[in-house]
Nanobody, 120 residues
Framework: QVQLVESGGGLVQAGGSLRLSCAASGRAFSSYFMGWFRQAPGSEREFVASIRWNGANTNYADSVKGRFTISRNSAKNSVYLQMNNLKPEDTAIYYC?????????????WGQGTQVTVSS
């Protein structure tokens, strides 16, 4: 059974940093893309960043480019999201997801989410 478990969320002041982690288990992810999404209260879930499991093909939402960095450690089966210069509008529940290359994220696997709150 595939499991994605996020951690690292919390409360931080604007301008601060957080590092989210996603521990993946239950299958080999070598053919998968890993992504981070977020959902703020009253808003739809939105894409934040993605990376191919081999570490190539990183993509970012325009709103986080230059501030967030996605990375992975294949030996630890983990994916990370380093978030710097956080803004109040980054406040959301952040979800880790995985999907086969060429497939929809909605058809893949999702974690339970971790709350990030940025105070002004």
């Amino acid at each position: 059974q595939v499991q994605l478990v996020e951690s690292g969320g919390g409360l931080v002041q604007a301008g601060g940093s957080l590092r989210l982690s996603c521990a993946a288990s239950g299958r080999a992810f070598s053919s998968y893309f890993m992504g981070w999404f977020r959902q703020a209260p009253g808003s739809e879930r939105e894409f934040v960043a993605s990376i191919r499991w081999n570490g190539a093909n990183t993509n970012y939402a325009d709103s986080v480019k230059g501030r967030f960095t996605i990375s992975r450690n294949s030996a630890k089966n983990s994916v990370y999201l380093q978030m710097n210069n956080l803004k109040p509008e980054d406040t959301a529940i952040y979800y880790c997801a995985s999907a086969m290359g060429g497939s929809s994220w909605n058809s893949g696997y999702w974690g339970q989410g971790t709350q990030v709150t940025v105070s002004s």
